[in-house]
């Protein structure tokens, strides 16, 4: 220690702090107090030294906090409110108050128990009080992990609420064609681990079927949709709300729940599918890195899918460690290029081995991937080599992640429930369903779950490059930089405040 203290004061550092716990031992197990090193300190170097004892004064100032995740969204709550809840748990368990404790947890785990429950366990025909309502499931755009635990969940939670499911194969060409069967609790059995879609997928859009298409929906008596898919099932569910004034068998409640590895669906921070598909592209990233774990110097070049939605390139850059992520959301030229090439290029001089560049597929018409590896290749001359990779279709995944398989069965059980809603509403009154509210998209925003209506969701989207106007995520590429050592900012506008423990009805609706 006074050699340390020695060099710093040699390097003209004039302050130095040492930090004594009030338990701190030698190898002898004999104490070591703080007056005992001041005596040291001034009897080897002749430092000025004094003694400070913090005492109880340690307890005061603002209480400790923990940080967690409500939904989308972390809030900080009391360390000791969160203490108090888990004894109250064990307290609860210990006195076999079971229902309480369960409580005690929370509502997110409260409602995951219930839905456990809802699709393990089928109750005898004798006890499911049938609603006389037809619902019909289907799926729509490109396949994603997640999508057949969603419909696992929706056939499930549907018949233990009296409903007759009917299982729509191969999209709205397949809905024209009356490719429709009913289908069973058992039918889905085993449905959840199972990856892309085993109804069938297209990205045909409704609008030249819609004759068709209302013509099974009169045949097969449905009474509501469940759509889960993708943008292309988000277009399909306008089309289908537009036709309403000529096609009144359109006048069902319809509701969508996001499914693609895209992430691009407005109304909802996540889609099923694209935390599947960001553990593929993260393990890849990984896999390749390792790859030149006996070679110096060497620079991957990246590309990733997502159409012009640049969520798959942000996040996948920012847990495999990339230095640049080049997305459509945040225009680039050739001078951010050449800075990028350059910072990377100092990285290399030093003792960093390997570096990562990461391209969403539709970032730049001239920037491609071949011109980046081209442009890295020719600046790195010397000091490093590069090689690229275009993932492809691999990153959809084969079985999905517990994310998804979870967030799929959760979110499409709040489906079936709204849409039991809806039609119990309605029983007996013989009206249509013509207003906004009974055409929604259901998705998680923040920390709640919140049916939207597409109407007012068209407001917010950007058509043209399907993708949201707002994206969360963006919010993130500062961090990304700083991680990349970047000279870059990271700014926290919304400084919440402590939150407290809730229980009861008041805390909010989280997955």
């Avoid at 006389?132 to 233990?160: E, T, Y």
């Avoid at 209302?214 to 292309?232: D, Y």
């Avoid at 790195?380 to 959809?396: A, E, I, S, Y």
Wanted: charged share 25%; with cysteine; hydrophobic share 35%.
């Amino acid at each position: 220690m006074c050699i340390k203290l020695s060099e710093n004061r040699a390097r003209k550092k004039r302050l130095n702090i040492i930090i004594v716990c009030e338990g701190a031992i030698d190898t002898q197990n004999k104490p070591i107090t703080s007056e005992q090193i001041r005596e040291l300190v001034v009897k080897q170097l002749g430092y000025d030294t004094r003694v400070t004892i913090l005492g109880h004064v340690q307890r005061g100032g603002t209480p400790s906090c923990v940080v967690s995740l409500n939904g989308n969204q972390a809030v900080r709550l009391p360390l000791m409110e969160c203490v108090q809840m888990t004894q109250g748990v064990q307290k609860a368990m210990d006195e076999r108050r079971f229902s309480n404790a369960v409580q005690l947890r929370g509502r997110s785990f409260e409602g995951n128990l219930s839905i456990y429950k809802q699709l393990a366990i089928k109750k005898p025909d004798s006890q499911i009080t049938k609603s006389g309502f037809n619902v019909a499931v289907i799926n729509v755009g490109a396949p994603a992990a997640g999508m057949n635990a969603a419909v696992r969940s929706a056939v499930r939670v549907g018949i233990s609420e009296g409903h007759k499911m009917f299982a729509i194969y191969d999209g709205f060409e397949g809905f024209a064609k009356g490719q429709i069967k009913e289908i069973g609790w058992s039918d889905v059995g085993g449905w959840t681990g199972q990856g892309g879609s085993i109804l069938g997928t297209k990205r045909i859009l409704p609008g030249k079927y819609l004759e068709d298409i209302a013509a099974q929906i009169r045949t097969h008596s449905i009474n509501a949709l469940l759509i889960i898919g993708g943008f292309e099932g988000y277009l399909g569910l306008l089309e289908l709300s537009a036709a309403r004034g000529k096609h009144e068998e359109f006048c069902v409640p319809m509701v969508m729940v996001p499914a693609t590895v895209s992430n691009n669906v407005p109304g909802s921070d996540f889609s099923i599918g694209a935390d599947t598909a960001l553990n593929t592209i993260t393990d890849t990233c990984d896999r390749i890195k390792q790859s030149a774990s006996g070679t110096k110097r060497r620079v991957f070049i990246i590309e990733t899918m997502g159409g012009y939605c640049g969520y798959l390139a942000n996040m996948g850059a920012l847990a495999a460690g990339a230095d640049a992520a080049y997305i459509f959301e945040e225009p680039f030229d050739i001078r951010d290029l050449q800075s990028n090439v350059e910072h990377l290029t100092e990285k290399m001089k030093t003792c960093i081995q390997r570096g990562l560049v990461i391209r969403n597929e539709n970032c730049n018409e001239n920037y491609t991937t071949d011109f980046i590896y081209q442009l890295y290749s020719e600046e790195g001359k010397g000091v490093f080599d590069c090689r690229k990779n275009v993932l492809g279709h691999m990153q959809q995944g084969g079985a999905p992640s517990p994310f998804d398989r979870n967030f799929g069965t959760k979110i499409s059980a709040r489906a079936m429930q709204w849409i039991t809603g809806k039609l119990k509403e309605a029983q007996g009154k013989g009206r249509k369903f013509v207003n906004d509210d009974s055409v929604c998209v259901l998705g998680i925003c923040q920390r709640n779950l919140l049916f939207q209506p597409v109407a007012e969701l068209k407001e917010k989207t950007d058509f043209e490059h399907r993708i949201p106007k707002e994206q969360w995520w963006l919010k993130l590429r500062p961090l990304m930089k700083i991680l990349a050592k970047y000279k870059a900012s990271y700014e926290v506008s919304d400084m919440s405040q402590l939150e407290h423990v809730h229980t009861g009805p008041e805390e909010p609706a989280a997955i």
